[in-house]
């Protein structure tokens, strides 16, 4: 499965339509924070070129991916860079997770995560294209945790108890999930490091959303069980105070797209990527927040692709030229 984020890569970085129609079905779904869904091959093929019209002449690296054990899941994290041209005034960068159902070995479905925000805050605020609100998750949940209700079954996997102790304010079962060095990396806080700020994240989207629900929908594992993709939702309404930012009033839901890396079991690393723009919207218009701009990817490229741009070739050190 390498194979094919290589190649979907490779085609993406310079709009290549014919080695993208080879990858999605006819009728392959998009799900992402500015299209809730893009139904349809074409439609999805019309978005990248719709991104290249925006972001002349970008390149994209590729940081991260894993399937799962079955082969038929694949996630991938990659960073997509433009220079200051055409519309664009100043240079910039875009974190992106996606995750991959694959049929017949083709993209069936495509979930879209952005790991940064500026693509998102550009479309709010520059381009005013404030994305769906609507987002129904197309999985129904597997387990739902809120404060107040009996605990949920199952809770086999890290990914579950993830979200029943995160949804329910178990505190001290969340904390437990992590190794006392893990680090996050969330489009509101870049490389945060240690265990000891958990209680302070969970309690803070807690008293800003209170009786917030949580509902895992989608999971899988690598092979080695080292590396999970979840995705999960949360209804939430925004009657307290959001990490010093006043209630807004408003509701809504979030769905979110998360990797982690485990060691002895417990989370060691985990990165965070936004598939709806419930919160980041109350972030944009609401607050006005200021996010992270330094943001690094934690893991080396992998692969490269783009315009006169060297790629590198996903286990081997040999490289050819694109564009």
């Known amino acids: 499965m390498t194979d094919l984020a290589e190649r979907l890569l490779a085609a993406y ?24 869904p893009r139904q349809g091959r074409e439609e999805i093929l019309a978005g990248v070129a719709e991104a290249h019209r ?19 899941r694949v996630v991938l994290r990659w960073v997509q860079r433009w220079p200051a041209n055409g519309s664009n005034t100043e240079a910039g960068t875009s974190s992106e997770m996606r995750v ?7 993209i069936a479905q ?23 609100v609507d987002t129904p998750d197309p ?19 890290i990914a579950q108890r993830w979200v029943t102790s995160f949804g329910s304010r178990d505190l001290a079962a969340f904390v437990d999930l992590y190794q006392d060095d893990f680090a996050f990396y969330s489009p509101a806080g870049w490389g945060v490091r240690g265990k000891d700020v958990l209680p302070q994240f969970a309690d803070g989207f807690h008293e800003a959303f209170p009786g917030l629900r949580v509902s895992l929908t989608d999971e899988f594992a690598s092979a080695d069980g080292t590396r999970v993709s979840f995705r999960f939702v949360i209804d939430w309404r925004n009657t307290g105070s959001y990490f010093g930012q006043p209630a807004s009033g408003r509701r809504g839901t979030q769905v979110e797209q998360h990797t982690m890396k485990l060691r002895d079991g417990r989370v060691v690393e985990q990165v965070v ?30 692969a490269s ?17 694109l564009g």
């Open 54 to 72: 925006r972001f002349p002449a970008f390149r994209v690296d590729l940081h991260d991916v894993f399937a799962s054990a079955d082969g038929e």
């Open 273 to 302: 990527s936004d598939v709806s723009l419930g919160i980041p919207r109350l972030q944009f218009t609401a607050w006005d927040m200021e996010l992270p701009t330094h943001t690094p990817d934690p893991a080396p490229v992998i």
């Open 100 to 106: 991959l159902t694959i049929r017949e070995g083709r």
């Open 13 to 36: 970085a310079i709009n290549d339509r014919r080695a993208l129609a080879a990858l999605y079905h006819a009728k392959a779904r998009q799900y992402g924070p500015l299209h809730w």
């Open 139 to 157: 999985n129904p949940a597997v387990v739902s945790a809120r404060i107040g209700e009996p605990s949920p079954q199952p809770q086999e996997t």
């Open 110 to 132: 495509e979930v879209l995560g952005y790991v940064t925000l500026e693509v998102p805050r550009l479309a709010v605020t520059g381009w005013r294209e404030d994305g769906p």
């Open 305 to 321: 692709a783009g315009p006169r741009r060297a790629r590198t070739r996903l286990g081997s050190g040999s490289t050819e030229m």
